[in-house]
């Protein structure tokens, strides 16, 4: 009898799993067009903490956003997102987290090699009224990280409403290149938000399915962004922070900039380009020289349309402004060098994992979407896969079969991207040096490969459009 109860349900699954088929194949959801702003807004700059010595709450804030005050959450005392956390490689980070809102909350330290105990595992939380002391060593590589909530299934609900902020690390060596610094070292993340109602996080069905996208663009929480420049180069840390959207960035000009760093740190050296798409969760630094310009003149970064996606990506929109308004004398000269990536030999690897991100939504006996991983959606009491510190290892992620794109994130660690078959069928120039995050957009097979730190405990990997993640698209590996 139970022999013929679990075949059962194995073909009530299949034949669910085939429905679902059908159904994305004719789902026809498609993002949230961006309504372009008038840009005047002076751009807000995130205030700055010392990492080592930091302390902060996360709390219900309101802010005014396009006039009107809207419900926010924040950590610190901004209206809206958080401080900029910096720190020195081989500092200890110390952070006394108070969480003042309604729910459970945690952070991850996106990027960053954090123990276990503290990377913000998912179930991993701090209750509402409770406290929570994170306290371990750097050992990342210089660059631009970040930080945000990871609460099982409400990740993007918080993200969305504004808990997320730059973890920036820093180095004598890097300090050694002389790169732009101070006020032109500019931290900038992207988000996409939808205001109609307020900064209320209410995903419908077709949300869920393809994510939520917004109709206005902030950037460090203002909308219609401006910042006044001089005729200088400026080192921009490029953030995509949005549950979704992807930016395809280019100047409005068609300057090239110089791209200098992607997820983990500094590339070997910088590269030309002119336009350079970011899925959610990955980090990009840039050099822009204004140098040469008349004083007056307006250069505005925008998003490009880009192929690969039938749900986003047809539409070009302005998203935050330049305009130059004194002349300097800009002396800075490029290096011809930067910080060495060390590959991982490919010979080194012990082993190699395929996953399946190309599967068909499962709509569960309560109408919602969930978004599976090789057939499964996250268990905290699972193991799903285990791995030994110090060895390495090949992942791939398949979405060849799939219809939606998945920018795949792993928590504490960096690895480099060996290959993509069908699709783009290459490496882009920001995946040449460490990441954390990968797109795979449908069509395509990506392959990591990955040296696992001494790091030893249960971490997650996941999708990192945010509706996905909470929506099971997310498995666990432990470091043994």
């Not at 990027?111 to 998912?122: F, I, K, N, R, V």
């Not at 928590?411 to 990968?438: A, C, M, Y």
């Amino acid at each position: 009898m139970n022999i013929l109860k679990i075949l059962s349900a194995s073909i009530i699954i299949a034949f669910v799993i085939a429905s679902c088929h059908k159904m994305d194949n004719s789902n026809n959801a498609v993002a949230k067009n961006v309504v372009e702003q008038t840009f005047d807004n002076l751009i807000a700059i995130p205030t700055v903490m010392d990492a080592t010595k930091a302390a902060f709450t996360a709390k219900s804030k309101s802010a005014i956003i396009e006039g009107v005050s809207m419900n926010t959450l924040s950590y610190g005392g901004a209206a809206i997102l958080g401080p900029t956390l910096k720190i020195q490689q081989g500092d200890v980070m110390k952070l006394e987290f108070k969480n003042e809102l309604s729910e459970p909350t945690n952070i991850h330290w996106h990027g960053l090699e954090a123990p276990a105990s503290q990377d913000g595992y998912p179930t991993e939380v701090t209750q509402a009224g409770s406290s929570f002391s994170y306290n371990f060593p750097i050992k990342d590589r210089p660059g631009t990280y970040w930080y945000h909530p990871h609460p099982d299934m409400a990740t993007a609900s918080q993200a969305y409403r504004g808990l997320a902020g730059f973890f920036i690390v820093s180095s004598p060596e890097e300090k050694a290149l002389k790169l732009p610094e101070g006020n032109f070292d500019i931290p900038l993340v992207f988000q996409d938000k939808r205001l109609t109602n307020g900064l209320n996080y209410n995903p419908n069905s077709d949300d869920q399915t393809i994510g939520l996208f917004g109709e206005t663009i902030l950037v460090n929480g203002t909308p219609g962004a401006k910042l006044e420049v001089s005729t200088g180069t400026y080192r921009l840390r490029l953030l995509n922070g949005s549950n979704a959207r992807i930016y395809n960035f280019s100047l409005t000009n068609g300057m090239s900039f110089k791209l200098i760093g992607s997820d983990g740190g500094l590339l070997d050296e910088a590269i030309d380009i002119n336009t350079l798409l970011l899925a959610p969760g990955e980090r990009a630094d840039v050099l822009v020289s204004f140098k040469g310009m008349a004083v007056g003149s307006e250069i505005f970064i925008e998003s490009q349309p880009f192929s690969g996606s039938t749900s986003q990506g047809s539409q070009a929109f302005k998203i935050m402004k330049f305009k130059v308004t004194n002349t300097i004398s800009d002396e800075f000269m490029f290096p011809s060098k930067l910080m060495a990536v060390q590959k991982i030999p490919e010979s080194s690897s012990v082993a190699t994992r395929k996953f399946n991100i190309g599967h068909m939504m499962l709509h569960g006996g309560m109408g919602g979407v969930m978004h599976p991983i090789d057939g499964k959606t996250f268990d905290a009491n699972r193991r799903d896969e285990v791995v030994k510190a110090g060895s390495v290892e090949i992942w791939e992620f398949d979405n060849t079969t799939g219809s939606e794109i998945h920018p795949m994130h792993l928590h504490g660690l960096q690895f480099q991207v060996l290959k993509r078959t069908g699709g783009r069928n290459s490496i882009q120039p920001w995946e040449k040096g460490w990441k954390d995050t990968v797109l795979a957009f449908p069509d395509e097979k990506v392959r990591i490969i990955i040296r696992f730190p001494a790091n030893k405990g249960k971490f997650v990997f996941h999708c990192h459009n945010l509706e996905h993640e909470d929506a099971g698209m997310m498995l666990n590996f432990e470091i043994q």
